[in-house]
């Protein structure tokens, strides 16, 4: 009843400080941080200790787990190189050179205790980075290489770690640790990669989305244990199974498992990731005792934690400008990052619940551990706090771009264009007979979705509907009454509650898909009006590299069709060939469209404002 009730509380306070942190927009993790760190001192809050096995087992598959399951193995391979030069040469070099500043700083600290507490605050979170990242909006490619960061350096440093120890009891050489990091690697490799395929296997046996949930809920323990149980890195061997999972799971699993599996671990994640930060800050009454019983001087303590918060900050910095000159150098192309976006990334190190973690896994037998765990609180805290609060300023001085909601849309547009086309195209190849006019139905079908996709980009107008804003305004007011009259019929209990309860859950379905709509759309009228164009990585089709771009439109802020023809138009594009101006396909009488059927004029540019994207009708390409 007691760990039930501690349970309760934590969540509550959890759910109430995150509350909290989003409605006065402050880094959630900092929050968490400082009022778990001010609730270990009140008397009446019990004292709870966090020890490596409940953090390492309990806590890091899951969080790990999760992250990977969100982390493109796409983009996670383009930026491998930077990935494994911070996750890895990153790690070990930090673990070194905090190991040679505190061993001038502390007296009596031996160097094995000093690389000790070197891997310890080496790596940064995955969890708070990212999150911070998120929430300020940077650059993909950063929080992709963040997020890759923080997956594998925990295995590196954890391996540095157990080096550590083991050179404390004399029992290791140069050679047996290459040998420790390369089987913890291999192994680690390899069990998430046997994990893989057997959930992968166990996933095309099962349809119900319960059941596939629950195995998803207990594959990070799996991968953990498997590997440690040869000695090799489970921190890896759950990135490993992860990664491959999402990115296999559009295959592996059915829709409705994806669905219930990406909101399930959701809910998870946000439990555990927050749950992590409020228990580090209530760490803090209990390691401070165990500094102040151990009699070390106050003045050692402070100068050992400055010193060592300020060792990780400048040598994740002197790394990364080092690494980036090297790269500049070895190059003879200059198409790299702007140094603003170096900065960022070196700026954004906060460590987290791994670093303490480490710290209670550090021997009791260790001199001055206690300082070595107090050292490690407050480097997690001083991060946290240092650069978690400060890396939106740093983001806006630097002036680093955040990704373009409206090139998104750009992009999204184009691939469910594509993605009807294809579809389509196999609705054509069938013979199959259609007595009930499907094939028109599902055509209109792939047309809707596609015109609300395009809708979302051009002039929006605050004053003015879209088609499809129109038809979900119109369809959540049908909504609210349809349950309203769903639940009038519960209440007599004329029909079974299953029949109910599916119309109910139909209706929850129809609903969540126009409120996620709806959100993309107020994003991008909040959005700066920022010049949209073709996607800089996308090949051009042979029209599009030829299209003439000396051609402007024949006429500005209208269709010429739909003034002859006294109709109305959504947005605005232009032919490419002859500068001809028509109505995109959302409008009512896409004349756009119909000019390039009667012309065979193959490609059309936007004739929005801020926009410079065309369309190639032919190969139902963007560019």
């Not at 900092?30 to 806590?59: D, K």
């Not at 969100?70 to 190991?99: E, K, M």
């Not at 999402?246 to 994640?269: D, M």
Request: glycine letters at 6%; proline letters at 5%; aromatic letters at 6%.
């Amino acid at each position: 009843m007691h760990l039930a009730l501690l349970l309760a509380i934590v969540v509550a306070a959890v759910v109430a400080v995150t509350g909290v942190s989003r409605w006065l927009s402050l880094p959630e993790p900092v929050v968490l941080v400082a009022v778990g760190a001010a609730a270990s001192f009140l008397p009446f809050v019990p004292e709870i200790r966090l020890t490596a096995g409940v953090v390492l087992v309990g806590f890091l598959p899951p969080l790990l787990y999760s992250a990977a399951l969100q982390t493109s193995l796409v983009d996670f391979n383009a930026n491998r190189r930077t990935i494994l030069l911070l996750s890895v040469g990153l790690v070990v070099f930090t673990a070194l050179g905090v190991g040679l500043a505190v061993h001038q700083v502390i007296p009596g600290l031996d160097w094995p205790a000093a690389f000790a507490l070197g891997a310890v605050v080496a790596p940064p979170d995955a969890v708070a980075a990212t999150a911070i990242a998120r929430r300020i909006g940077l650059p993909r490619r950063l929080v992709t290489i963040l997020e890759g960061e923080s997956l594998l350096n925990d295995a590196t440093a954890l391996v540095a770690l157990r080096t550590a120890v083991l050179a404390a009891a004399g029992a290791v050489t140069a050679l047996d640790v290459g040998i420790d990091f390369l089987v913890a690697a291999a192994g680690g490799l390899a069990a998430g990669v046997l994990i893989y395929l057997v959930i992968g296997w166990v996933r095309k046996q099962f349809v119900d989305p319960v059941l596939d949930t629950s195995v998803s809920f207990i594959t990070p323990f799996l991968a953990y244990l498997a590997a440690e149980a040869v000695h090799a890195s489970g921190v890896l061997a759950v990135v490993v199974a992860g990664l491959l999972l999402g990115h296999r799971a559009p295959v592996l699993q059915t829709a409705s498992s994806r669905i219930a599996e990406r909101l399930n671990w959701r809910t998870i994640a946000f439990l555990l990731e927050s749950s992590v930060f409020l228990l580090i800050g209530l760490q803090a009454r209990w390691i401070l005792h165990g500094v102040v019983t151990s009699g070390v001087s106050l003045g050692v303590v402070v100068v050992s934690c400055l010193v060592t918060l300020a060792a990780v900050i400048v040598l994740r910095m002197a790394w990364l400008f080092g690494v980036r000159g090297l790269l500049r150098a070895s190059r003879s192309d200059t198409k790299r990052p702007p140094w603003t976006y170096t900065a960022v990334l070196g700026w954004a190190g906060m460590r987290g619940v791994v670093t303490l973690a480490a710290a209670f896994a550090i021997p009791v037998a260790f001199p001055q551990r206690s300082l070595l765990v107090l050292i490690a609180l407050v480097v997690t805290a001083g991060t946290l706090f240092l650069q978690g609060l400060t890396l939106p300023w740093v983001v806006r001085r630097l002036r680093v771009p955040a990704p373009d909601p409206r090139e998104d849309a750009l992009a999204r547009a184009a691939l469910f264009q594509k993605a009807s086309a294809a579809g389509l195209d196999a609705l054509h190849d069938s013979d199959e007979d259609d007595p009930h006019n499907v094939l028109d139905a599902l055509r209109r079908r792939a047309e809707e979705r596609d015109f609300a996709a395009w809708e979302r980009l051009g002039n929006d107008d605050p004053d003015g509907e879209t088609p499809s804003e129109a038809y979900a305004r119109r369809r959540l007011e049908m909504l609210e009454a349809e349950r309203r009259k769903v639940l009038e019929v519960r209440g007599t209990g004329n029909l079974p509650s299953d029949v109910v309860e599916d119309v109910l859950a139909a209706l929850d379905v129809e609903e969540s898909m126009l409120d996620a709509g709806s959100s993309r759309r107020e994003r991008l009228k909040r959005a700066q009006r920022t010049p949209v164009k073709g996607p800089a990585k996308a090949a051009p089709c042979t029209h599009l590299a030829a299209a003439d771009d000396q051609v402007v439109p024949n006429v500005a802020g209208f269709c010429e069709d739909c003034v002859v023809e006294g109709t109305t138009w959504v947005h605005l594009r232009y032919c490419l060939t002859c500068g001809h101006v028509g109505c995109c396909d959302s409008s009512p009488r896409r004349h756009a469209t119909a000019h390039f059927h009667q012309t065979d004029h193959p490609v059309m540019e936007s004739a929005e404002p801020d926009e410079s994207w065309r369309w190639c009708y032919v190969d139902h390409r963007v560019g």
